[in-house]
């Protein structure tokens, strides 16, 4: 199963700024597991939100240091 451009979009919107699971949003928003996202769909993900792995919250693609952290991580280091 492919999101559509509006599921992906709406499923970034809803990641970004919080500290939730993927796998918990992708159930509320549409009743199926983060195992039936593509890996296309993931890709898509990722070029609009990602995880900072220091903090845990969900950045949008412009708000991304280097590597996985944030920028707010980044500058604190």
């Known amino acids: ?3 559509s451009k509006d599921d992906l979009n709406r ?3 809803t990641l970004a700024g919080s500290s ?8 509320s928003l549409f009743d199926y597991g983060k195992d039936d996202l593509t ?3 993931l890709l ?9 792995e220091t ?4 950045c949008e693609a412009d708000e991304m240091g280097e590597d996985t ?9």
């Open 39 to 41: 890996e296309d769909d």
């Open 1 to 3: 199963m492919s999101l």
């Open 44 to 52: 898509e993900l990722d070029d609009l939100v990602s995880l900072c």
């Open 11 to 13: 499923l970034a919107e």
């Open 55 to 58: 903090c845990g919250w969900w």
């Open 69 to 77: 952290v944030c920028r707010e991580c980044e500058n604190e280091a």
């Open 20 to 27: 939730s699971m993927l796998a918990d949003v992708v159930w």
